[in-house]
């Protein structure tokens, strides 16, 4: 059983007799009811996609997903092409069904990631926990602000834009949390 606390984009799980699998985290509100998520998630069957918000208490069933290892070949407009790395088959999805992992991934990394399927179609994908990007654009740094509480814009190399400490600049290689876009720090290397 899942409980709303433990969906993220790419978990799978019956609503109301219906496989959805979650695209986008949209937020969470509460109010005198009680905390509700909201999600994107699109109908594993039909393929359509709509917003919904879960109370936190609610208890799902997990749809059972194959998973391959894979890695990104390449992107063709809105296509994602993915190749299993054992037996070399390509598979294509669409960015839509990448939600917000669409930004976080380049067919130059050579990130290992876990291709879903449902019914023998690839559905969406799990990735790491972090991943290293380059910053292209952001405003100049502050000298002496290593606080890290005021965050500002920054532009990634994969084109999303994310917020960082006012301490980093441009061409810097920082560590993103792909569960919320947030700046966790400095690259290593």
Known sequence: MLMTSQLKVGTAFMYEGTPLIVQKMLGQRSGRAGMVTNLRVQNLVTKSTMDLGIDAGEKFDEVDLEAHTTKLSYIDGDTFVFMDQE????????????????????????????????????????????????????????????????????TLDTGIEVRVPLFINTDERIVIDTRDGSFVERAKN
């Open 87 to 154: 037996s070399y088959e390509q598979f294509e999805l669409p960015k839509e069904n990448l939600g917000d992992y669409a930004g976080y991934i380049t067919p130059e990394d050579d990130l290992e990631i876990k291709l879903t399927f449902y019914e023998g179609k690839p559905v969406g994908i799990d990735m790491p926990v972090n991943v290293t990007r380059t910053v292209t654009y952001c405003e100049p740094g502050v000298k002496g602000d290593t606080s890290g509480k005021s965050l500002k814009p920054a």
